[in-house]
C-alpha cells in the first residue's frame, strides 16, 4: 500500500521559514515525478512545485520562485520543499503528490499525502 506523509507544517511569522518533508513508501517511485500542491480556505487547490526523478527539472508557480526550493532524495522516497520568506497568502494545506509526469492541476498525480498545515501569520 502506498504511502506519502508529510510533515514539518506550522505557524510562522512572515518573512520566516519551514521547511516541509514528504517520505512515500509502499512501491518503489523510480522515474515518477514528486510534487507539492497546496489548498487554502475556500479557494482552489494549486501546484507550488515538481521535480522530476533525477532532480535535474524543477517547476515552481510564479509566486513562489525565488522563495521556495524543492529537492528529492531518491534512495529514500523523500522530498523536501524549503519555504522561505514566507508570507501570509502562502497559508495553505500543503500535499505532497507522486506521478508519472510533470503537470499543474494535479489530475497526473497518483498519490496523494494527508497534507500539513502551514500558517503564516502578519
Known amino acids: 500500500q502506498v504511502q506519502l506523509v508529510e510533515s514539518g507544517g506550522g505557524l510562522v511569522q512572515a518573512g520566516g521559514s519551514l521547511r516541509l518533508s514528504c517520505a512515500a513508501s509502499?512501491?518503489?517511485?523510480?522515474?515518477?515525478?514528486m510534487g507539492w500542491f497546496r489548498q487554502a480556505p475556500g479557494k482552489e487547490r494549486e501546484f507550488v512545485a515538481a521535480?522530476?526523478?533525477?532532480?535535474?527539472?524543477?517547476y515552481y508557480r510564479e509566486s513562489v520562485k525565488d522563495r521556495f526550493i524543492i529537492s528529492r532524495v531518491n534512495a529514500k522516497n523523500t522530498v523536501d520543499l524549503q519555504m522561505n520568506s514566507l508570507k501570509p497568502e502562502d497559508t495553505a494545506v500543503y500535499y505532497c503528490?507522486?506521478?508519472?509526469?510533470?503537470?499543474?492541476?494535479?489530475?497526473?498525480?497518483?498519490?496523494w499525502g494527508q497534507g500539513t498545515q502551514v500558517t503564516v501569520s502578519s
Open positions: 503528490a507522486v506521478g508519472r509526469r510533470v503537470e499543474f492541476t494535479g489530475s497526473e498525480y497518483d498519490y
Open positions: 509502499g512501491r518503489t517511485f523510480s522515474s515518477y515525478v
Open positions: 521535480i522530476t526523478w533525477s532532480g535535474g527539472n524543477t
